[in-house]
């Protein structure tokens, strides 16, 4: 006998109550997660209908008492059953419960009151009202003449500025409106979050490469998992524009992922220029109103190419044909909470129930989906040319030891301090990169050594100017003082390198140049970040320094010099994928430079010049990188040639979650007695950042060239240690596919 887990509402509170419900043996074989069904529900048992969930073999109440499904309902929509088996693909790959990955999935139903809009408009011929207006004049009836006054200047006015410039009242307007001298007519306006979007169409030509991608997707009747691998610059979103026309035309629709930190208005207007209203854009910064208008502007079909991060991948739209990723290889499509899925995989799954494509699109792709296209499960596009034919920029690599040896202490090398001049001096803009905000990196007494630590979470807090400490991880912040609290001398200093220090060098070094700061903290406000790119576009300074938030996908034909501070500041993140974050990082940056007509020139500072992914990030060589970050993670064991699963055991008590972490990698390890092919066990041990928030962390990972292992794993281990007493006083987080380590 099966049983089937039911939700009868989607709403987001009744995610939680579920109902079980024996299957008919004539049902089985056709209820699975997804099935929309009838149910008898209630006292006087009426007849509504449900999704299943989840099918199972056990009853979880007296089966006595579990009423039985009556039928299956064909699924006309077909869009929430789809959202569903999503849910339990996420639930299977990820983790985490069914609900929480459900929440993740379905659209908010909570409907907000949408905006209605009255307007009003003239019912009698422009002839008439003007007769009216000189006859309503010599009657000195002041208010109606402004009224038609306006209307005839303006043609259709918003009620609210008919009131405000006639002066008349509601009444008024409506006697005027039985009389059919005007009407008022109701439209529902939804509100707009990028404003009111005026931009032109550049429509361009295609070039040969581009063209030929455009004819190899429509030689394969616009199905497949495509990898779309083009420099900085070779012209990648004019290909997404012209593979959302070919998918419209053929009346479905697209989801475009954009990492959220760079959907700007930049971005956004070149879909705009090409497609319109049929826009829907969801980003984190709407406000509940704006983000519940473009669900339903996406649910009613209005709009059909919706935008956003990540969380746009669940967007409901019946004739999904394309999902298009872009800057595939951000850690921005991995999601931090469970269920901790990753866009890429999850795409490529909705894209199969809907019978669409993926189209994942970056210069420097992550090393697992080059892999992949490499062994022929993605399609691999290539572009190696800029659209405009300029050149990619003249990369010069600075040993800052030379620099140092030859008593250059400023952060600034002699070379980039003469190009900032030069670049000056042209009136050209430039862009100054460093991976780290504050003042400085940490602050230590220079006495005795000791490193001010944030009291909740394992890190040291980074100093920001005037007098402040704070910790990046919480947020928790204390004042400066010089005084060290372990050996009471008053040499506590702040150490290293941070933007805002980098900043007050540049006003020392070029007192005449404007520069710009562009990093977490001066971009808390909503449309700060478009704020300064807009401003910095516009000319309005001459230096825009900053951290990995500058580096995206913006095009700034002004731009002429990239310098990077430290380039391997974020190389010692010990982690396997610290050298691939490093190259991405680098080449975005240089791609910044030179995209007009004027050439580019990029200044790439580091203590490491012979690091590889360095060097090639200096040569612009994908290709160098890959061979040899490669063979690097084959011989370590690390994805794609091998698969990963973290295991996160946290807890507010040390002691606790060490004991659990042991007792895992004891199960676990049983588990793996005598098997020929045994998955290797890590751990456990503290974590990278061993306490955040108060909260203790251990980690344990496991590694297998199966991925399915590891899943069946999980799926075994999962439900042992969730009801367990064992495990009580600790969380346990599985996540499948760390993008970073813990
Ligand atoms: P990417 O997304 O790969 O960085 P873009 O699509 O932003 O590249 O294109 C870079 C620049 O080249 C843009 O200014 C764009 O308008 C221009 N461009 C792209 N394709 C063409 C083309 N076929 N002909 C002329 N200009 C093009
Ligand atoms: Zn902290």
Same mark, same amino acid.
């Given at each position: 006998?099966?049983?089937? +887990?039911?939700?009868?509402?989607?709403?987001?509170?009744?995610?939680?109550?579920?109902?079980?419900?024996?299957?008919?043996?004539?049902?089985?074989?056709?209820?699975?997660?997804? #099935?929309?069904?009838?149910?008898?529900? $209630?006292?006087?048992?009426?007849?509504?209908?449900?999704?299943?969930?989840?099918?199972?073999?056990?009853? +979880?109440?007296?089966?006595?008492?579990? *009423?039985?499904?009556?039928?299956?309902?064909?699924?006309?929509h077909g869009i929430e059953s789809q959202l569903i088996k999503v849910a339990a693909f996420l639930k299977k790959q990820? $983790?985490?419960?069914?609900?929480?990955?459900?929440?993740?999935?379905?659209?908010?139903?909570?409907?907000?009151?949408? *905006?209605?809009?009255?307007?009003?408009?003239?019912?009698?011929?422009?002839?008439?009202?003007?007769?009216?207006?000189?006859?309503?004049?010599?009657?000195?009836?002041?208010?109606?003449?402004?009224?038609?006054?306006?209307?005839?200047?303006?043609? +259709?006015?918003?009620?609210e500025e008919v009131r405000n410039t006639s002066g008349l009242s509601r009444k008024a307007l409506e006697e005027l409106s039985r009389k059919k001298v005007i009407c008022m007519s109701e439209s529902v306006r939804y509100r707009n979050p990028f404003g009111n979007l005026d931009v032109e169409?550049?429509?361009? #030509?295609?070039?040969?490469?581009?063209?030929?991608?455009?004819?190899d997707f429509r030689s394969r009747n616009n199905l497949g998992t495509f990898l779309l691998h083009g420099v900085t610059g070779s012209g990648k979103t004019e290909v997404y524009l012209a593979l959302i026309e070919i998918i419209l035309s053929q009346k479905k629709q697209a989801i475009?992922?954009?990492?959220?930190?760079?959907?700007?208005?930049?971005?956004?207007?070149?879909?705009?220029?090409?497609?319109?209203?049929?826009?829907?854009?969801?980003?984190?910064?709407?406000?509940?109103?704006?983000?519940?208008?473009?669900?339903?502007?996406?649910? #009613?079909?209005?709009?059909?190419?919706?935008?956003?991060?990540?969380?746009a991948l669940f967007a409901p739209l019946n004739h999904l044909g394309l999902i298009i990723i872009d800057e595939e290889h951000d850690g921005a499509y991995k999601s931090e909470q469970t269920p901790k899925y990753h866009a890429v995989d999850t795409a490529i799954y909705r894209a199969t129930l809907a019978g669409a494509s993926v189209v994942l699109g970056s210069a420097t792709p992550s090393v697992e989906s080059y892999e992949k296209a490499l062994c022929g499960e993605y399609i691999l596009w290539e572009m190696k040319k800029r659209a405009t034919g300029a050149l990619l920029p003249e990369t010069k690599i600075?040993?800052?030891?030379?620099?140092?040896?030859?008593?250059?202490?400023?952060?600034?090398?002699?070379?980039?301090? =003469?190009?900032?001049?030069?670049?000056?001096?042209?009136?050209?803009?430039?862009?100054?990169?460093?991976?780290?905000?504050?003042?400085?990196g940490f602050v230590s007494c220079r006495s005795c050594g000791e490193v001010r630590k944030c009291p909740h979470c394992d890190v040291s807090?980074?100093?920001?100017?005037?007098?402040?400490?704070?910790?990046?991880?919480?947020?928790?912040?204390?004042?400066?003082?010089?005084?060290?609290?372990?050996?009471?001398?008053?040499?506590?200093?702040?150490?290293?390198?941070? #933007?805002?220090?980098?900043?007050?060098?540049?006003?020392? =070094?070029?007192?005449?140049?404007?520069?710009?700061?562009?990093?977490l903290d001066t971009t808390r406000k909503k449309h700060a970040h478009e704020k300064i790119l807009q401003s910095f576009e516009a000319g309005q300074a001459d230096i825009l320094l900053g951290t990995q938030m500058i580096v995206k996908g913006h095009d700034y034909p002004n731009v002429t010099l990239v310098g990077i501070i430290a380039a391997d500041l974020t190389l010692h993140g010990q982690d396997f994928r610290s050298a691939e974050r490093t190259f991405q990082l680098l080449c975005q940056a240089a791609g910044r430079a030179g995209r007009g007509d004027k050439p580019g020139k990029v200044i790439i500072q580091t203590y490491l010049p012979d690091h590889y992914a360095i060097r090639n990030a200096a040569l612009q060589s994908y290709q160098g990188f890959f061979q040899e970050e490669s063979v690097f993670r084959a011989c370590m064991h690390y994805p794609p040639y091998s698969h990963m699963m973290a295991i996160l055991i946290q807890s507010g008590r040390e002691e606790d979650a060490k004991i659990a972490g042991e007792r895992i990698a004891k199960m676990l390890s049983n588990t793996q007695q005598g098997k020929k092919d045994p998955v290797a066990i890590l751990g456990p041990g503290p974590a990278r950042i061993a306490k955040v928030k108060d909260i203790y962390r251990q980690v344990l990972y496991l590694k297998h060239t199966s991925g399915e292992v590891l899943l069946n794993l999980e799926e075994r281990l999962a439900p042992v240690v969730e009801g367990h007493p064992m495990f009580e006083k600790v969380r346990i987080q599985f996540d499948y596919e760390p993008v970073t380590l813990y």
């Amino acid at each position: 006998v099966l049983y089937a +887990d039911i939700i009868i509402d989607i709403s987001h509170e009744a995610l939680d109550k579920v109902f079980q419900y024996r299957v008919p043996f004539s049902l089985a074989e056709e209820t699975a997660p997804g #099935t929309r069904v009838k149910v008898p529900f $209630g006292k006087a048992n009426r007849i509504v209908e449900g999704y299943v969930i989840r099918v199972s073999e056990k009853a +979880d109440y007296d089966p006595g008492k579990i *009423k039985e499904i009556i039928g299956i309902v064909p699924d006309q929509h077909g869009i929430e059953s789809q959202l569903i088996k999503v849910a339990a693909f996420l639930k299977k790959q990820y $983790g985490g419960s069914m609900s929480q990955a459900l929440r993740t999935v379905l659209p908010v139903r909570k409907k907000m009151k949408l *905006k209605k809009q009255i307007t009003v408009s003239l019912m009698i011929p422009a002839k008439e009202a003007e007769s009216l207006l000189a006859f309503w004049d010599k009657r000195h009836y002041r208010a109606r003449v402004r009224l038609l006054e306006l209307l005839l200047k303006k043609g +259709d006015v918003p009620y609210e500025e008919v009131r405000n410039t006639s002066g008349l009242s509601r009444k008024a307007l409506e006697e005027l409106s039985r009389k059919k001298v005007i009407c008022m007519s109701e439209s529902v306006r939804y509100r707009n979050p990028f404003g009111n979007l005026d931009v032109e169409d550049c429509p361009v #030509t295609l070039h040969e490469e581009q063209q030929r991608i455009i004819d190899d997707f429509r030689s394969r009747n616009n199905l497949g998992t495509f990898l779309l691998h083009g420099v900085t610059g070779s012209g990648k979103t004019e290909v997404y524009l012209a593979l959302i026309e070919i998918i419209l035309s053929q009346k479905k629709q697209a989801i475009v992922l954009i990492p959220e930190i760079s959907l700007t208005y930049q971005t956004v207007s070149r879909f705009y220029g090409r497609f319109g209203d049929r826009i829907a854009v969801i980003n984190s910064r709407l406000s509940e109103g704006e983000r519940s208008d473009q669900i339903e502007r996406i649910q #009613t079909g209005e709009a059909d190419v919706v935008i956003g991060p990540r969380s746009a991948l669940f967007a409901p739209l019946n004739h999904l044909g394309l999902i298009i990723i872009d800057e595939e290889h951000d850690g921005a499509y991995k999601s931090e909470q469970t269920p901790k899925y990753h866009a890429v995989d999850t795409a490529i799954y909705r894209a199969t129930l809907a019978g669409a494509s993926v189209v994942l699109g970056s210069a420097t792709p992550s090393v697992e989906s080059y892999e992949k296209a490499l062994c022929g499960e993605y399609i691999l596009w290539e572009m190696k040319k800029r659209a405009t034919g300029a050149l990619l920029p003249e990369t010069k690599i600075i040993d800052l030891r030379d620099e140092f040896r030859e008593g250059n202490r400023s952060m600034f090398s002699r070379e980039l301090k =003469e190009e900032i001049r030069r670049c000056l001096d042209r009136k050209e803009q430039m862009m100054l990169f460093l991976n780290r905000r504050g003042y400085a990196g940490f602050v230590s007494c220079r006495s005795c050594g000791e490193v001010r630590k944030c009291p909740h979470c394992d890190v040291s807090l980074t100093f920001h100017r005037p007098q402040k400490l704070m910790c990046h991880y919480c947020g928790y912040e204390e004042t400066f003082d010089k005084v060290c609290p372990v050996c009471g001398l008053a040499h506590t200093a702040p150490f290293g390198l941070g #933007t805002q220090k980098v900043e007050a060098a540049l006003y020392q =070094e070029f007192p005449e140049a404007r520069v710009m700061r562009m990093d977490l903290d001066t971009t808390r406000k909503k449309h700060a970040h478009e704020k300064i790119l807009q401003s910095f576009e516009a000319g309005q300074a001459d230096i825009l320094l900053g951290t990995q938030m500058i580096v995206k996908g913006h095009d700034y034909p002004n731009v002429t010099l990239v310098g990077i501070i430290a380039a391997d500041l974020t190389l010692h993140g010990q982690d396997f994928r610290s050298a691939e974050r490093t190259f991405q990082l680098l080449c975005q940056a240089a791609g910044r430079a030179g995209r007009g007509d004027k050439p580019g020139k990029v200044i790439i500072q580091t203590y490491l010049p012979d690091h590889y992914a360095i060097r090639n990030a200096a040569l612009q060589s994908y290709q160098g990188f890959f061979q040899e970050e490669s063979v690097f993670r084959a011989c370590m064991h690390y994805p794609p040639y091998s698969h990963m699963m973290a295991i996160l055991i946290q807890s507010g008590r040390e002691e606790d979650a060490k004991i659990a972490g042991e007792r895992i990698a004891k199960m676990l390890s049983n588990t793996q007695q005598g098997k020929k092919d045994p998955v290797a066990i890590l751990g456990p041990g503290p974590a990278r950042i061993a306490k955040v928030k108060d909260i203790y962390r251990q980690v344990l990972y496991l590694k297998h060239t199966s991925g399915e292992v590891l899943l069946n794993l999980e799926e075994r281990l999962a439900p042992v240690v969730e009801g367990h007493p064992m495990f009580e006083k600790v969380r346990i987080q599985f996540d499948y596919e760390p993008v970073t380590l813990y």
